[in-house]
Nanobody, 115 residues
Framework: QVQLVESGGGLVQPGGSLRLSCAAS????????MDWYRQPPGAQRELVAS???????NYVDSVKGRFTISRDNAKKTVFLQMNSLKPEDTAVYYC?????????WGQGTQVTVSS
């Protein structure tokens, strides 16, 4: 079965940085697209960043220039580097993996940006 485990969340001050990781327990990884979503408290879940198997990336406008999605196919891991964090970035962050068998979600990791 596919299992995704996120890590790296925590409490950070505005302007700080965090790097989220999502490790996939899956037989095939490198060809699959992966996404990072986030869900702020009381709000809808939104797509933050995506990366294709070929390494092509896309970002929601609110994080462009601050967040970077990347992947290490040898380690079957996707990362989200978050810089210049703002209180508005506070949310539970989830990774998502797309396969021909379906889409899979991680359990989420909390990111809190506050003074």
């Amino acid at each position: 079965q596919v299992q995704l485990v996120e890590s790296g969340g925590g409490l950070v001050q505005p302007g700080g940085s965090l790097r989220l990781s999502c490790a996939a327990s899956v037989s095939v990884f490198s060809i699959y697209p992966m996404d990072w979503y986030r869900q702020p408290p009381g709000a809808q879940r939104e797509l933050v960043a995506s990366i294709t198997g070929g390494g092509v990336t896309n970002y929601v406008d609110s994080v462009k220039g601050r967040f970077t999605i990347s992947r290490d196919n040898a380690k079957k891991t996707v990362f989200l580097q978050m810089n210049s964090l703002k209180p508005e970035d506070t949310a539970v962050y989830y990774c998502k993996l797309w396969t021909p068998s379906g889409a899979y979600w991680g359990q989420g990791t909390q990111v809190t940006v506050s003074s």
